[in-house]
Structures are given as structure tokens and as C-alpha cells.
């Protein structure tokens, strides 16, 4: 049974930090691309971060990039979102998902949210101006 647990949300300030985790198991890990998703009230889902399976290639929305970095630790099965800088239009609930389909292609591959296989629960992350 595949489970995806995110950790690490919660309330923070404009400006402030937090380290989301998803932790990964009933699945090969390393083999996996693994994107994080969120989901702001009213809106639908959209791409955040993916990072390959293999060299770890990764991939941000023009929204978070140079503020957030997501990274993968495969001895423990976890990956992580560290997220900088944030505004109160982040706000959302964000949600792991791992890919386990081995081809590789373009970034647009890994922002298409069917191209995911396993999503997590989500974790809220509200940030107060």
C-alpha cells in the first residue's frame, strides 16, 4: 500500500519559512519524479516543484522560484520543500505526489498533475500579512 504523508505546515508571517516533508512508503522512492502541488481556496490545483528520479533534476512554477527549493533524501524516503520568502498569496494546501513512470521528458510533463500516480493528504500552509 503506497502512502505519501506531507508534515511541516502551518501558520507563518509574510516574509517567514517553513520546511514541508513528505514521507514515502509501499514504493520504490528513487525511482520515482516527485512533485509538490497546492491548492488555494477556490482555485484549482496547480504545480509547485518536481524533482526526476536518477540525477534529480528539478522544476518550479515562475511563482515560487528563487523562494522555494525542493530536494529528495532517498535513504530515507523523503522529500522536502523549503520554502523562503513567503507571501500570503501562498497560502494553500500543498499536497506530495510521486510519478513512478521512469521516462523522462520536458518540464511540461512533471507540471500535469495526471501525470502523478500518488498524491499525500496535503498539509496547510497559511501565511498572515
Known amino acids: 500500500q503506497v502512502q505519501l504523508v506531507e508534515s511541516g505546515g502551518g501558520l507563518v508571517q509574510d516574509g517567514g519559512s517553513l520546511r514541508l516533508s513528505c514521507a514515502a512508503s509501499g514504493l520504490t522512492f528513487s525511482s520515482c519524479t516527485m512533485g509538490w502541488f497546492r491548492q488555494a481556496p477556490g482555485k484549482e490545483r496547480e504545480f509547485v516543484a518536481a524533482?526526476?528520479?536518477?540525477?534529480?533534476?528539478?522544476y518550479y512554477s515562475d511563482s515560487v522560484k528563487g523562494r522555494f527549493t525542493i530536494s529528495r533524501d532517498n535513504a530515507k524516503n523523503t522529500m522536502y520543500l523549503q520554502m523562503n520568502s513567503l507571501k500570503p498569496e501562498d497560502t494553500a494546501v500543498y499536497y506530495c505526489?510521486?510519478?513512478?513512470?521512469?521516462?523522462?521528458?520536458?518540464?511540461?510533463?512533471?507540471?500535469?498533475?495526471?501525470?502523478?500516480?500518488?498524491w499525500g493528504q496535503g498539509t496547510q500552509v497559511t501565511v498572515s500579512s
Open positions: 524533482i526526476t528520479w536518477g540525477y534529480g533534476r528539478t
Open positions: 505526489a510521486a510519478r513512478t513512470s521512469l521516462r523522462l521528458g520536458s518540464s511540461s510533463r512533471y507540471r500535469d498533475d495526471h501525470e502523478y500516480d500518488y
